[in-house]
């Protein structure tokens, strides 16, 4: 790998306890972040003719925190728990340009995410106007802005090693004591990369909430159950609030400790405060999944449809594949157990719901969809070779259901 010196920086340099307790960490946070962000690409791919502009932002965002997870996590694991770095020096600059690249993207995707929901909440004449092109464009300007900062090292403008603490790479934050080239990098990337999108995104959000709260009348509107784009517009507000705040607060204090070895005496920098700020700033990959599956009703919605939509594939596969076994006797009777229903006013709609069989939405969204029918519509009941025709609005709960 090099001198003893290099050797010596690719050496853990905490306690074997600590590097077992990071790479603990590492795992829980690679796991769920990798099926946190899954199920949300997952989901949103399922919805992709739907998504909304704004919406674009929180792809990429789990796009670069997945892609942050997957290459940095398979080789912080391994050399946290073997207390020394276990590769050479190239997969340490491959490591640190990944960093580097996907972490600047995730922030930067933050900052013109913020705004995005100024333009649309302070200048709606604007921002309605905003499309699906220009959020396009935006995204990809996002990923040249990170590949500057990115490839800066690679070219000379900066450099990439290990980490203080010895078990992984980033920047190398005892160069700008070495040569001005680097000090320059530092501070670019300290101010475009940090100070800029920090101060972007704390006046977007003081001008929304200023433009919200100093207006009654649009609080009123803001809140009123019955002004679903308003209360669209509010909750992705609120939500990206949440994604930033998170995000903030996690890369913070490794910012923090890396303007402190990089302007100040890098050797009165613990390796343990790097080690705790390196891994604290790597769990931001988990918030953008929880946020946005939890809270954001679209998103859990599509995503509850698709879990009872396989839930039912499963289900209705082990029903057929059980009665093949039991032989057509038992074929028939079970055939007697699921209902064909038809409307009588022409509309085709045949359906047959197995008993057994979860079904993919509850009742009462099944009765609000029957309110468009007339009570003199009908439909027709079909039990093994007998029909009966009633109307609609007599239709018990169990028979509801079978129209989804």
Known sequence: MGNASEIFMFVSRISKNNDILMGTLYTIFGVFSVM??????????RKKSSLKPAEFFVVNLAISDLGMTI????????????????????????????????????????????????????????????SYCHASLLVAC??????????????????????????ACCIDWHAPSQNSVSMSYIISLFFFCYIV??????LSYTFILLTVRGSRQAVQQHLSPQNKITNAHALIVKLSVAVCIGFLTAWSPYAIVS???????????????????????KSSTLYNPVVYLAFKPNFRKSLCRDVAHCRSTLCGYLCQHGSVKKGTGRQSHH?????????????????GTCKHCPCAESVPVVKEIFTNY???????????SQQTEVAVSQLSNELLSDFL
Request: aromatic content about 16%; some cysteine; charged content about 10%.
């Open 142 to 167: 996002i990923w040249c802005y990170a590949g500057v900062f990115a490839v800066g090292p690679l070219s000379g403008w900066g450099e990439y090693g290990p980490e203080p603490y010895g078990t």
């Open 71 to 130: 290459t940095l996590f398979p080789l912080a694991i391994p050399s946290t728990y073997a207390h020394k770095w276990l590769f050479n020096m190239p997969t340490c600059t491959v490591y640190a340009f990944c960093g580097v690249l996907f972490g600047l993207c995730s922030l930067t995707n933050l900052t013109v995410l913020s705004s995005v929901c100024w333009l649309k909440v302070c200048c709606p004449n604007y921002g309605n106007k905003f």
């Open 259 to 281: 303007m402190w070895a990089a302007f100040g005496n890098s050797d009165s920098v613990p390796p343990m405060a790097f080690a705790l700020a390196a891994i604290f700033a």
């Open 36 to 45: 946190g962000n899954g199920i949300l690409l997952f989901v949103a791919y």
């Open 335 to 351: 055939t007697e157990e699921c209902h064909s229903t038809r409307l009588s006013n022409g509309l085709p709609e045949n359906h």
């Open 197 to 202: 999108p920090c101060t972007v995104i704390f």
């Open 374 to 384: 007339s009570s003199q519509q009908t439909a027709r009941i079909l039990k093994g």
